[in-house]
């Protein structure tokens, strides 16, 4: 079970507690104490008392008996009903994404018990976990007390993250917003990285960011050399294209690559990696196969038992969800709703060279791409994605993880802007024609900057000006790993 525990290294911690301006008599909660890196920082500093939960039976039973003086509890924080307020509250809360929440039950978290509890009113249906455990945190925080808390900075793009940031700020301020980058965790590739410091004062004020890097073992400052420059390009994504995630199977063991013989007539072609991919177009790419049941050839029963073996395997799992809701409803649990995929498909992780990929094989795009649908001239489409005034857009939004991945979320494409290509003259347009199909038969990167220097023309932006930042940001972001 995914507990979402990522632990905290303690120079981490030690600095988090650091951040507190509280009496020497203070009382601090620690809602998810894990191996107790934070309890271990407070031991350190002799000053404050602290109340700790923590819902992982195997974890308690170790950290516990190295801090006899604390009040720890085998609980769960956001079921707990104490209504004791804290002087101060510290905290790494679990990453668990909203779909695995329900994977908890057994512990009993799931979506429906905290949705009941009236302070989590105010959060999107696709709220983090850690999103409620910092809404409960702060409901027990005392007036003017701190919270000092440690979680993804992805939530200031988010969409979710608009409603949570709203819950947030309606009682406190931010006194100390602090990106962190480098290996913060004892096992985790995350490096979009926020510590937060707020105080439970209403006045709803937020602080400049700040830049802190972990480097051999050492927290050093540093400016943010990356403040995003305006492209000032108007024209929405919706313009020119619409975009899906590829095909969710719901189970890739059994529907990628089906192990039983005879497959011939049962599957399709299916792209799961960009690392089946050598260019810009799919065609010679390496393609893996899908499972596709025909109802007419239900009789094979090579494809019965494989199915029927499947069946037995996930009612006894009680997992994927979805499958076994649809087996218990007696549906064609089996069959997957497939849907036209050509077009251009992006992978929504990146490391070094990002690129949109033209699709116009038999192929099957699966999940870890995005599948776009121009609606322009799919060539003029193709070129206004591959340039350096879009990429940079993605740089400048996308989520940084570790070994230099950048990962792009679907509102990250669907909120890229364009020049107006209505202005754009009759040469210029014949030419991103020209460039972009070029770009799909050749993979020569170099067409990217020729795309660019056209684009350039409808930008207050140089070339030589997106170029350098694009560089910068690229360079920044495979460094800080």
């Given at each position: 079970?995914?507990?979402g525990?990522?632990?905290?290294?303690?120079?981490?911690?030690d600095?988090?507690?650091?951040?507190?301006?509280?009496n020497?008599?203070?009382?601090?909660?620690d809602?998810?104490?894990g191996?107790?890196?934070?309890?271990?920082?407070?031991?350190?500093?002799?000053?404050?008392?602290?109340?700790?939960?923590?819902?992982?039976?195997?974890l308690?039973?170790?950290t516990?008996?190295n801090?006899?003086?604390?009040?720890?509890?085998n609980?769960?924080?956001?079921?707990?009903?104490?209504?004791k307020?804290?002087?101060?509250?510290?905290?790494?809360?679990?990453?668990?994404?909203?779909?695995?929440?329900?994977?908890?039950?057994?512990?009993?978290?799931?979506?429906?018990?905290?949705?009941?509890?009236?302070?989590?009113?105010?959060?999107?249906?696709?709220?983090?976990?850690?999103?409620?455990?910092?809404?409960?945190?702060?409901?027990?925080?005392?007036?003017?007390?701190?919270?000092?808390?440690i979680?993804?900075?992805?939530?200031?793009?988010?969409k979710?993250?608009?409603?949570?940031?709203s819950?947030l700020?309606?009682?406190?301020?931010?006194?100390?917003q602090?990106?962190?980058?480098?290996?913060?965790?004892?096992?985790?590739?995350?490096?979009d990285?926020?510590?937060?410091?707020?105080?439970?004062?209403?006045?709803?004020?937020?602080a400049?960011?700040?830049?802190?890097?972990?480097?051999?073992g050492?927290?050093?400052?540093?400016?943010?050399?990356n403040?995003?420059?305006?492209?000032?390009?108007?024209?929405?994504?919706s313009?020119?294209?619409?975009?899906?995630?590829?095909l969710?199977?719901?189970?890739?063991?059994?529907f990628?690559?089906?192990?039983?013989?005879?497959?011939?007539?049962?599957?399709?072609?299916?792209i799961?990696s960009?690392?089946?991919?050598?260019?810009f177009?799919?065609?010679?790419?390496?393609?893996?196969?899908?499972?596709?049941?025909?109802?007419?050839k239900?009789?094979?029963t090579d494809?019965?038992?494989?199915?029927?073996?499947?069946?037995k395997?996930?009612?006894?799992?009680?997992?994927?969800e979805?499958?076994?809701?649809?087996?218990?409803?007696?549906?064609?649990?089996?069959?997957?709703?497939?849907?036209?995929?050509?077009?251009?498909i992006?992978?929504?992780?990146?490391?070094?060279?990002?690129?949109?990929?033209?699709?116009?094989?038999?192929?099957?795009?699966?999940?870890?791409?995005?599948?776009?649908?121009?609606?322009i001239?799919?060539w003029?489409?193709?070129?206004?994605l591959?340039?350096l005034?879009?990429?940079?857009?993605?740089?400048?939004?996308?989520?940084?993880?570790?070994?230099?991945?950048?990962k792009i979320?679907?509102?990250?494409?669907?909120?890229?802007?364009?020049p107006n290509i209505?202005?754009?003259?009759?040469?210029?347009?014949?030419e991103?024609?020209?460039?972009g199909?070029k770009l799909?038969?050749?993979?020569?990167r170099?067409?990217?900057d020729?795309?660019?220097?056209?684009?350039s023309?409808?930008?207050?932006?140089?070339?030589?000006?997106?170029?350098?930042?694009?560089?910068?940001?690229?360079?920044?972001?495979?460094?800080?790993?």
């Open positions: 079970m995914d507990l525990q990522v632990f905290t290294k303690g120079i981490v911690a600095y988090m507690v650091s951040l507190f301006t509280l020497k008599d203070a009382i601090v909660l809602p998810c104490f191996e107790g890196a934070f309890l271990s920082s407070l031991k350190k500093l002799k000053k404050y008392s602290a109340v700790g939960y923590e819902i992982d039976s195997d308690f039973s170790k516990k008996k801090y006899p003086q604390y009040t720890l509890k609980a769960d924080f956001l079921q707990a009903s104490s209504r307020k804290y002087d101060g509250i510290i905290m790494n809360p679990p990453y668990v994404r909203h779909e695995k929440i329900n994977e908890l039950a057994e512990l009993g978290v799931c979506k429906d018990v905290l949705n009941s509890n009236e302070i989590f009113k105010g959060l999107p249906s696709t709220a983090n976990l850690y999103m409620y455990f910092i809404i409960k945190a702060v409901s027990l925080l005392k007036r003017n007390g701190e919270m000092i808390v979680f993804p900075g992805s939530w200031l793009q988010a979710n993250g608009d409603g949570f940031s819950a700020h309606k009682d406190c301020s931010v006194e100390r602090i990106h962190i980058s480098g290996d913060v965790f004892e096992a985790s590739a995350l490096v990285v926020l510590i937060l410091k707020l105080r439970k004062d209403g006045k709803n004020r937020v400049e960011p700040e830049f802190i890097k972990l480097n051999n050492v927290l050093e400052t540093y400016e943010n050399k403040e995003a420059i305006e492209i000032n390009f108007n024209e929405p994504f313009s020119i294209s619409k975009v899906r995630r590829g969710t199977t719901g189970c890739n063991g059994m990628i690559n089906p192990s039983f013989s005879r497959r011939e007539g049962h599957t399709r072609p299916i799961s960009p690392k089946q991919i050598a260019g177009s799919t065609k010679g790419a390496v393609s893996d196969e899908l499972l596709v049941i025909d109802p007419n239900l009789k094979d494809v019965t038992s494989f199915i029927a073996n499947w069946e395997r996930i009612l006894a799992d009680g997992k994927p979805t499958l076994v809701k649809k087996i218990k409803d007696q549906k064609e649990w089996y069959r997957l709703n497939l849907f036209d995929c050509h077009g251009i992006f992978s929504y992780f990146v490391r070094n060279d990002m690129k949109f990929i033209y699709n116009d094989t038999d192929n099957v795009i699966r999940d870890n791409f995005y599948v776009l649908y121009p609606a001239d799919k003029v489409c193709f070129a206004l591959n340039n005034y879009t990429f940079y857009q993605l740089e400048c939004v996308g989520k940084k993880y570790g070994a230099g991945l950048l979320q679907r509102y990250d494409i669907e909120n890229l802007h364009f209505k202005t754009f003259s009759d040469a210029d347009i014949d991103l024609k020209k460039l199909k799909a038969k050749t993979s020569d170099k067409i990217i020729d795309i660019t220097h056209v684009l023309h409808y930008s207050d932006v140089s070339y030589e000006k997106i170029s350098a930042e694009y560089n910068d940001i690229v360079k920044n972001r495979l460094e800080n790993v």
